[in-house]
């Protein structure tokens, strides 16, 4: 098992020869559009007899492990769990909204979980998944309180919280990131070249990632990296199959519409 700036790199449970990538649904209590579109995700995935992967922030917010019985989380893990059963896999990794998604989740859901990266074969293509905020060096108030947030103490005591204290918790914790994302510097939430760089060191020659919720699509170093938009904002998917990738567009009925190639991603210094 290796590591790529610090994210723990896992591989995928099976080479998949097609493969449909969604990232940022950020899913809340009423579900909404974001759990529309995750709906549409699934049947296209079914359509298509292809892997399933979602690559971090599934939901706006997951704090207590007692979540997964309540309201839109089981409802969730359900059509997770029923795509599963048809013949449907699923993997996701978690994201900076969802980092205390845990074994409950897996259990009522039957998806591969990473609580870092994947690696595997998809479309034919050798191919690294990762949320996308490990890229972003630049925001380093970020990524120390990441690196205080997930310590296993912290973790174990934030998962164990009474539903209500954890929802109230995690409110808190959404009014200050918008803030702080709404002020200073914006180059700092891009991804830094060197941290692409070293994602491409990993071996890979495809990247795929979301976080910054923007379309983009470029190469570095003979790389080629995706980045998919926010999938509540956007019906918008990475299509991979038969050694290519493209974005595509969701629909209620399954179906998978090409969309134009997007521009380079901005990388910070």
Known sequence: MTRVLGTRIEPLRAVADRALLVSD????????????????????????????????????????????RHGVWREVAG??????ADGV???????????????EFVAASRVQLSRGGLRGVLGGVDTLLL????????DLPYQRAK?????????????????????????????????VVATGDQTRFLPSRAAVAAAFGNGAPRLVFGHIHRRAHGRLGGGEYWVLPAGDAEAI???????EARLVRLSAGGDLTPEPTPPECPLSA
């Open 25 to 68: 649904l950020h899913i809340g209590s009423d579900g909404g559009a974001a759990l529309a579109h995750l709906r549409w995700a699934i049947a296209a995935a079914a359509a298509q007899r292809a892997t399933l992967l979602v690559l971090g922030d599934l939901f706006d917010s997951y704090v207590s492990r007692a979540q997964v």
């Open 79 to 84: 059509l997770f769990a029923r795509a599963v």
């Open 89 to 103: 896999p699923v993997a996701m990794l978690v994201g900076n909204r969802d980092f205390l998604l845990g074994d």
């Open 131 to 138: 949320h996308g905020d490990e890229l972003c060096q630049n």
């Open 147 to 179: 690196r205080w947030l997930r310590q296993p103490w912290l973790r174990w005591l934030a998962r164990h919280l009474p539903l209500r204290l954890a929802f109230a918790v995690a409110e808190k914790a959404r009014r200050k990131s918008r803030m």
């Open 237 to 243: 998917g990475v299509w991979l199959a038969a050694g």
